[in-house]
């Protein structure tokens, strides 16, 4: 069950009595009310509203982390709490409700519905909800210090506890600049989730949908334009203009949207309406009309005729509209198309297509509509052709053609304009093959004949034949091959290698097939250039025709991921109670981006962040270090008095290699898993506190958050505290 924490501040007594009476019209919303979808434009400005992420982790982890006790008088301090991280999904929710409270500024969604339901746009969950709300403030530092209520009591200090609040991992922050004013955004979550993708900064102007109820519309102006349409055009139409004004809101004011009006056709028999396209069915004029937000509007629409039947067509044709056939595609051009006194643009107005065009007989020309036109004319043509009387080759024979050359065989008939289906055949397929267009290529070596036949009979009776004897020879045939790699390649992912094939004799010519025994981890293409897709071994193998072969094997590897992680010194190492010590880890490869986790075996002896130790007291203690990969590596650290050693003193170690890297990287002793406490205090050093920006005024400055659903009571009574001692445990 979702544990959703917010607060609500009283630094606006008008934002209080704005929510309290947001709360009564959710309440009252009827049946009959309606929702609406409208668009806004707004400017985001991410790159802005992210800059808030470190200002927030620093003020979580730096020494102001605390808030007033609801006695005002004893200040809690959160001890370890993690810096946030940034969370896209989080974003999304808080730049949507960025553009919600730009025209209605409060917890409660314009649709009336509790803030927390814009979590849904998220592909993430979260187990813990928060959110922190401002406007008028013109930069994040502004924002984020009006957030931080420093001298505000308990009762103020709403967002001041969403920013601190433990039960959150995750924020995101919307930043919209809308109708002249700046708006922020803060969404808090706990989540494990991480399904949200990285997102670019949004820094443009953006159209976003919001849901408005009925019951907070103020006020409406809008109007419809006259839509002028072609018989048989499609049109979606676009949502319309409209003013709107919501009650209660700040600054308050007109704002421009655009909302999808529920159209209905007055006469249907002009046009149709689905799914918001509009389709012209006949000529004429009708209305359309739709009750948007309670008022009442028309549209009108006119249909006008294009169409092509009754064009004037001029073709490129001979005499009696008859062409000869003579072995290509027969394609008389259109010489103009007149439709209404007007000569269309052909591929604008109109395109061309042919039909049964290739052989003697009728064939066919389309004249289709294009964009302001419709319909189709086509006019039909003939293509005459004659019964062959001889049927030749192009080439006499024998011939004698090198295995990896082709050869393109011509069918010669006789008289002028002759036409008939021809047939090709070879004699053995395994020596050499032809395609239905006579092209021979050969296979191997030997003697084969190929043939034509025509399916139309010559003048004695029989249908006519040709033939060609070809040799088959192969004179530059390789007897052997390699590759100009031998040993095991190893490749990055995404790069290329290009393998070269050297054939014997030095003159051998072959054609070369290469392949991949896994394409899915490395693939290469027919020149030989390999190209790495995932980690693994493939082996690369190159053939030639007459079936030599050469292979290699091929290891892709992730550049970005470490394989072994070594730490210097290696140890073991004795350090004074009164000095820090660095330690470095070097990880191979060299290009490895690995994230890095350091973890002491007793914070009590010594503590470890970003791989320098402090001292704690005399012991010893285990430092360790693992890489996002799994691998480890740790050294023993003796603390000592100041005096027993002057400098950390690291005691001969075994040179690690490679290959003992992994082992030899294991911590002597075991350390335990570090704690949630420890890896708080193990996080980063908080980066310095922005400058602080101008308070704004308080007509240029409204913010406010959402109201914890349980408050707990303190547990024990806390003395009371002068005014003076309260002000000296603020400087603290």
């Not at 064009?311 to 008859?322: H, S």
């Not at 897709?533 to 290699?552: C, D, E, P, Q, W």
């Not at 005399?618 to 050294?635: E, P, Q, W």
């Amino acid at each position: 069950m979702k544990n959703r924490v917010a607060r609500i501040g009283k630094a606006l007594l008008a934002a209080v009595v704005l929510l309290l009476c947001l709360e009564a019209l959710s309440g009252a919303l009827a049946e009959e009310d309606a929702i609406y979808t409208a668009q806004i434009t707004c400017k985001f400005g991410q790159t802005d509203a992210r800059k808030m992420l470190d200002m927030v982790n620093s003020f979580r982890t730096g020494k102001d982390a605390w808030y007033w006790n609801y006695d005002n008088r004893t200040k809690i301090y959160c001890e370890d709490l993690e810096p946030l991280k940034y969370d896209y999904g989080l974003e999304k929710v808080a730049m949507q409700r960025a553009a919600e409270i730009a025209i209605f500024f409060d917890h409660t969604r314009p649709n009336l519905g509790d803030c927390f339901d814009a979590y849904d746009l998220s592909q993430n969950s979260y187990w813990a909800e928060g959110e922190n709300i401002a406007a008028g403030y013109t930069s994040a530092s502004a924002a984020y210090k009006g957030w931080r209520e420093d001298k505000q009591k308990f009762d103020g200090q709403g967002h001041r506890r969403n920013m601190l609040g433990e039960d959150f991992n995750a924020i995101g922050i919307g930043h919209v600049y809308f109708n002249g004013y700046h708006y922020w955004v803060q969404e808090f979550g706990y989540t494990s989730d991480d399904n949200e993708p990285q997102a670019s900064a949004n820094n443009s102007s953006t159209k976003v949908s919001v849901e408005i109820a009925s019951p907070l519309i103020a006020s409406i102006s809008a109007s419809a334009k006259a839509l002028t349409m072609s018989y048989g055009d499609a049109v979606e139409l676009a949502p319309e203009p409209v003013k709107l004004s919501l009650l209660a809101t700040w600054p308050g004011g007109k704002f421009s949207a655009a909302v999808s009006y529920d159209w209905a056709v007055e006469d249907p028999t002009i046009v149709s309406l689905e799914d918001g396209v509009l389709t012209a069915l006949h000529t004429g004029e009708t209305k359309l009309a739709a009750s948007v937000m309670g008022k009442n509007l028309t549209k009108k629409v006119q249909v006008k005729v294009k169409k092509l039947s009754g064009a004037e067509v001029e073709l490129d044709l001979g005499e009696d509209n008859t062409l000869f056939y003579d072995g290509t595609a027969q394609e008389p051009a259109v010489r103009s198309v007149v439709c209404g006194g007007r000569t269309l643009v052909p591929e604008t107005d109109y395109s061309v297509t042919y039909a049964k065009n290739t052989i003697p007989g009728t064939a066919k020309l389309t004249i289709s509509g294009r964009g302001n036109y419709s319909g189709s004319i086509v006019k039909k043509f003939t293509i005459k052709g004659f019964n062959p009387t001889s049927l030749a080759l192009s080439e006499s024979g024998p011939v004698e053609l090198e295995a990896g050359d082709t050869l393109q065989l011509r069918a010669l008939m006789e008289p002028e304009h002759a036409y008939s289906k021809l047939t090709w055949s070879s004699s053995n397929k395994k020596i050499a093959k032809v395609s239905a267009g006579g092209l021979v290529q050969p296979v191997k070596e030997g003697s084969v004949v190929i043939s034509v036949k025509s399916s139309k009979k010559g003048p004695n009776g029989k249908k006519l034949s040709a033939s060609v004897a070809i040799q088959i020879v192969d004179h530059y045939k390789p007897t052997g091959i390699a590759l100009d790699r031998t040993d095991v390649v190893e490749l990055n992912m995404k790069e290329t290698l290009e393998l070269h094939a050297q054939m014997e004799p030095a003159d051998a010519r072959s054609g070369l097939t290469w392949s991949s025994s896994n394409r899915k981890v490395a693939s290469v293409n027919g020149e030989g250039i390999v190209t790495g897709k995932k980690a693994g071994l493939a082996k690369i193998t190159v053939k030639t025709r007459n079936g030599l072969k050469a292979s290699v094997q091929v290891k892709i590897v992730d550049p970005t991921k470490a394989t072994s992680v070594a730490l210097s010194p290696a140890g073991p190492v004795q350090l004074p109670l009164n000095q820090e010590l660095t330690l470095v880890a070097t990880m191979q490869p060299s290009t490895a981006t690995s994230k890095l986790t350091w973890t002491t075996s007793n914070k009590k002896i010594a503590t470890v962040k970003n791989g320098i130790v402090m001292p704690k007291k005399k012991g010893s203690v285990t430092i360790s270090v693992k890489t996002s990969t799994g691998k480890k590596a740790s050294v023993r650290v003796e603390i000592v008095d100041a005096v027993e050693a002057s400098d950390p003193v690291s005691e001969a170690a075994p040179e690690l290699t490679p290959e003992r890297d992994a082992l030899e990287g294991e911590a002597p002793e075991e350390a335990p898993e570090p704690t949630p406490e420890q890896d708080a205090a193990e996080e980063e050093a908080p980066a310095p506190l922005p400058e602080e920006a101008p308070e704004p005024t308080p007509e240029q400055v409204v913010f406010e958050e959402e109201t914890p659903e349980e408050v707990q009571e303190p547990e024990a009574e806390v003395p009371e505290v002068s005014e003076a001692n309260e002000e000296g445990a603020a400087a603290e």
